[in-house]
């Protein structure tokens, strides 16, 4: 810009246009109308006309490079500063990752099951626990993760507050407590239950539901008044079931992964995990599954998709190219569970798996829930 306004007479409102022209990098032909302004006010000003057209070639050339140039120092800056984070504090890390979602890629599930598998203790969403946001306990020595009371879908954050303001009082000492106390309606309450965070009053995810569902908002008048009923005890609900109401209500499970719970029968289907493919050859035609935790396509890749499919080993990265999107449309939007025939592309660290057939697999999820000799 201030080469342009010195050497070519710009005003600073035509600098800013021929910045503008050259941060526009994707598109072509953007500084052809600046040609003559640069050159003809360079002559003008005494500079040689070659000399001129050398400093229009070298702007042309920056704009090329210079803005995805200096994106990607900004972004290598942040990367760096995410690393050494993750590496010397990797339960901080992941409590501001959880605090920080929605996020464009990683979800709090692939973010708990990394932090699982370094070794970082993550504990559950538990009225009696939570603040709001994730937060670290037992510190300052091997500090766990202590889940938020945000994470749980359908619930307010205000009422997530009343909770843990109410809390500050004087710890609850039952769901109906904890119902009238904290101000909180029935469907909330059920929110609480079906997120398992009712644990520490009512036990077990059947119990709580139980227990949730037989608390109406009172009366004003009666709002202080305790309800004396005998208490139904519940048969605790198997894994699979349990699994399935976790990722339902907070979009994460801190039991099995529901792959390690079908796992068997995968097996049985000839689909391997994500950790039997790692140290495959390039080139190798392979088979997986996973359940589908991002679907991304950039506006640069030509119509081709980006899925994650996470595991209990960990995640794979799967290329679709456009011509099998338009094929499996259907298998590749709508699966929650999805698998995979296609070929392993290994480049030293870099691992994907280039998509050839796609098969939905979700309907191997709901049979996590019923009654099953694998999964009690």
Known sequence: MQVSILAAGFTPGEADGLRRAMAAWKRKGGLEKYYDRIVDG?????????????????????????????????????????????????????????????????????LVQDAKRHGIEVR????????????????????????????????RITSAQRIVDAR?????????????????????????????????LSGHRRQQVWDAAALHAPPELLREAPVEEDILELPEAPEGEEVVFDYSAIGLTLRRHPMALLRDRLTAMRYKSSGDLHDLPNGRLVRTCGIVTVRQQPATANGVLFVSLEDEDGSVQVIVWKSVREKQRAQLMNAKLLGVYGTWQREGDVRNLIAGHLVDLTELLGRLAAPSRDFH
């Open 42 to 110: 360079m002559t003008a000003r005494g500079y040689d006309k070659e000399f001129a057209m050398q400093i229009f070639e070298q702007i042309k050339g920056f704009s090329e490079y210079g803005f995805p140039e200096s994106h990607a120092a900004s972004f290598a800056l942040l990367v760096y500063a995410s690393c050494w984070l993750k590496h010397h504090e990797p339960a901080a890390f992941l409590a501001a990752m959880l605090n920080s979602q929605p996020l464009g890629f990683y979800s709090p599930s692939q």
């Open 124 to 155: 559950p969403v538990d009225v009696m626990q939570s603040d709001v946001d994730a937060t670290l306990e037992d510190l300052p020595h091997s500090p766990a993760v202590r889940l938020g009371l945000r994470l749980i879908s359908g619930l």
């Open 168 to 200: 500050a009082n004087a710890p609850f000492d039952g769901a109906e407590d904890l119902s009238r106390r904290a101000n909180l309606e029935q469907h909330e309450m059920r929110l609480l239950a079906g997120a398992d965070a009712l644990a520490s």
